[in-house]
């Protein structure tokens, strides 16, 4: 079984649990299916006082999912988090690595954070219907960020393919992702309005954006208004992926977010 590995994202940060400097940690969680390349440029934008971590989860590209028998997703952050020598400044989750953020939080004895973010994760209110059309729509939902997420990386590597190509490769990640990938979602989608989050103690900032397909404002407002230091920024240009594609803007954020907590100002445009 892979354990949680810790990778600087700069050339100062090779030795990721070195217990010297005395500027901010940033420790990043990504998605289902991706991996720490992700965070690459979101790490730049928050510029050189900041020593930023990816952690690598076994929820990473060509996983085999055997993990999900092993731990929860809360879990195994904390179990990557230990090797650090005290809590960073601020955690940073994208999607299902949001969501295994949010269950650390609510479950841990101790904050394991001074502050997180969480960016594009996905929260169904415990009085929220379960029905088959939702499961049906949250199935097409992660099909298309299975999807999008290949775009963006693709698009990050500035490669260029041949439609018929780049079409050959979406739907060999989705045969590969296979059904396993999507319940481990949906079970923490359905999970997720029965965590006691109203117990955390540290700011919490949640983002969203209007062009993320799995956007349900009302659901993060929930999330946000049980949170007791909670902030919610939901951006009109932001989809799944800004964490890529609107890095610089959301490094921003995060640097005012990790400084200021909930006095902190909206994402700035």
């Known amino acids: 079984m892979i354990q949680p590995r810790l990778h600087g994202l700069t050339a100062d940060d ?20 991706d991996d720490c390349r992700g965070w690459t440029a979101l790490a730049r934008s928050l510029g050189p006082q900041w020593r930023t971590l990816a952690m690598c989860v076994p929820w990473h590209a060509g996983n085999d999912y055997s993990w999900r028998y092993a731990g929860r997703p809360g879990e195994w952050v904390a179990a990557g988090l230990s ?11 994208h999607s ?9 939080l609510a479950t841990s004895p101790q904050p394991p954070a001074r502050s997180a973010v ?22 097409r939902i992660f099909q298309r960020q299975i999807s999008d997420g290949l775009r963006s990386r693709l ?4 490669t260029s393919l041949e439609p018929d190509i780049l079409e050959s490769m979406l739907e060999r990640a989705w045969e590969r992702t296979g059904p396993s990938a999507f319940l481990a979602v949906f079970e923490q989608y ?17 983002v969203g954006g209007e062009r993320d397909p799995g956007l349900n404002r009302d659901h993060l407002r929930a999330l946000t208004d049980r949170l007791p230091l909670g902030l919610l920024a939901c951006e009109p240009d932001y989809d799944h992926f800004c964490h890529r594609r609107h890095a610089h803007r959301l490094g921003r954020s995060i640097d005012r977010f990790a400084r200021y907590g909930t006095d902190a100002e909206r994402p700035a445009r």
């Open 118 to 139: 969480l960016t594009t994760p996905f929260y169904r209110p415990h009085d929220a219907p379960v029905t088959w059309r939702a499961f049906d729509r949250s199935r």
């Open 96 to 104: 299902f690595g949001a969501n295994a953020i949010l269950e650390l």
């Open 155 to 158: 698009t990050a590597r500035k």
């Open 14 to 33: 090779r030795d990721a649990t070195a217990a010297d400097g005395d500027g901010p940690v940033a420790v990043f969680v990504h998605g289902m299916e």
């Open 190 to 206: 359905l999970a997720s309005g029965h965590l006691p989050v109203q117990t955390v103690e540290i700011p919490v900032l949640v």
């Open 83 to 93: 090797k650090l020598p005290a809590p960073p400044t601020v955690l940073v989750g």
